[in-house]
Every structure is written in C-alpha cells, then in structure tokens.
T-cell receptor, first 114, second 113 residues
Framework: NAGVTQTPKFQVLKTGQSMTLQCAQD?????MYWYRQDPGMGLRLIYY???????DKGEVPNGYNVSRLNKREFSLRLESAAPSQTSVYFC?????????????FGPGTRLTVT | DAKTTQPTSMDCAEGRAANLPCNHS???????VYWYRQIHSQGPQYIIH???NNETNEMASLIITEDRKSSTLILPHATLRDTAVYYC??????????????FGTGTRLQVTL
C-alpha cells in the first residue's frame, strides 16, 4: 500500500516549456487535490476532483490544467511554465463528503522554472 | 470556512507536553477543527479533528472550548521528531461538500533537548 505517489520528485523547466505532474493513489479514494506551496507559505489549492469525472478550480488555478484520468490518477499540466510557478506541488486524496477533511498527501514535486 | 489564528512559533523541551493554541472565533456550528503537521519539506500529515467534544488518538489530543472559539492541540510527550509546522484548519464536513482545506502559515514547533 503505497498511499499517494507523485512523479517526478524534482524538475527544472525553462520559461515556456510544458510538463505534466503525475499523481496516483491506491486507497480507493473518491477525491483528489493539487496544492502548491511557495517558500515560507502555507499550501494553496490549485484544482481538485471531488469524484471521478469531475474537476473544479481551487484558489490559484491560472496557468494550470488537470485531468482525472481514472479513480486512481489525477494529473496537473503546466502548458507554458513561468518563473512564478516555481514551487513545491503536493497531490492529496480523500474519501468524499464527510471524510473529505482527512486528506493523505504525497511527497511532493519540487519544480523550478528558470 | 472560518479564519484561524496561530502563534508563529513555539518551543518545547523533549518529553514535555506541547500545547499548540488556535483561535477560530468566527467558527460556525457545522465547521470542524482539523489539525495537520508538516515535517521539514514533506507532505502534510493529518493529526486529528473534532467538532465540539474533546478528541484523542494515538498522536495527540484536541481540546475545543465550550464556545468553540478556540482549540488546543496537545502532544503529550514531545520528541525531536515532532519538530514541524502545525496547521489548524476549520472547514465544513458532510456529504456533498467540497473537501477543500485552507492552510495558513501555521505554528512552527521546535522541540529541543
């Protein structure tokens, strides 16, 4: 039981390049989330998927797209990376509804955009 | 979701109880109090949550005041491995609600020898 896994662990991009961050969970959770954390700050929600087939914007969605590929996988895409997107990206998952506040987080992807 | 206020940092001696306060004076009746922690640069880890009764699990205890305007997370015997940033989050639970967590900047707990 691996929990929430994220790939890659580290990535360096040049401005304008694109990339996809992958996230998978093996806990049969309905809901999945993408957060970003800038240095010295708390996490901010980018996008979430309350259940398979649905996605919704969070607090800071601009510059990102997501895909809920199936119940296990939720990917985050940067179409044209900008230095302001340099951050640590965390994926999380939870049961829907009443269990949703108890989220399980992955180890993070550290992204640098130069 | 209600806003929370936490001290920026706290120190605790190893083996002693760490008491981390959180103010949430605008909490509404259907909002739960959640606590998470983040050790170094790892992903946040769920600790405990409650509505109005005190709660205890293998990691910590959560004490919520009767008026629910504040709460305290208690780590009964802090160890060096408890050094982390602790986040107090207030959110609505229940079927059909969006399960979004709003993280502030938390309390940085330093456990020392």
């Amino acid at each position: 039981n691996a929990g929430v896994t994220q790939t890659p662990k580290f990535q360096v991009l040049k401005t304008g390049q694109s990339m996809t961050l992958q996230c998978a969970q093996d806990m049969n959770h309905n809901s999945m989330y993408w957060y970003r954390q800038d240095p010295g700050m708390g996490l901010r929600l980018i996008y979430y998927s309350a259940s398979e087939g649905t996605t919704d914007k969070g607090e800071v969605p601009n510059g990102y797209n997501v895909s809920r590929l199936n119940k296990r996988e939720f990917s985050l895409r940067l179409e044209s990376a900008a230095p302001s997107q340099t951050s640590v990206y965390f994926c999380a998952s939870s049961f829907a509804g009443g269990g949703g506040g108890k989220q399980y987080f992955g180890p993070g992807t550290r992204l640098t955009v130069t | 979701d209600a806003k929370t206020t936490q001290p920026t940092s706290m120190d605790c001696a190893e083996g002693r109880a760490a008491n981390l306060p959180c103010n949430h004076s605008t909490i509404s009746g259907n909002e739960y109090v959640y606590w998470y922690r983040q050790i170094h640069s790892q992903g946040p880890q769920y600790i405990i949550h409650g509505l109005k009764n005190n709660e205890t699990n293998e990691m910590a205890s959560l004490i919520i005041t009767e008026d629910r305007k504040s709460s305290t997370l208690i780590l009964p015997h802090a160890t060096l491995r408890d050094t982390a940033v602790y986040y107090c989050i207030v959110r609505v639970d229940g079927a059909g609600t969006a399960s979004k967590l709003t993280f502030g900047t938390g309390t940085r707990l330093q456990v020392t020898l």
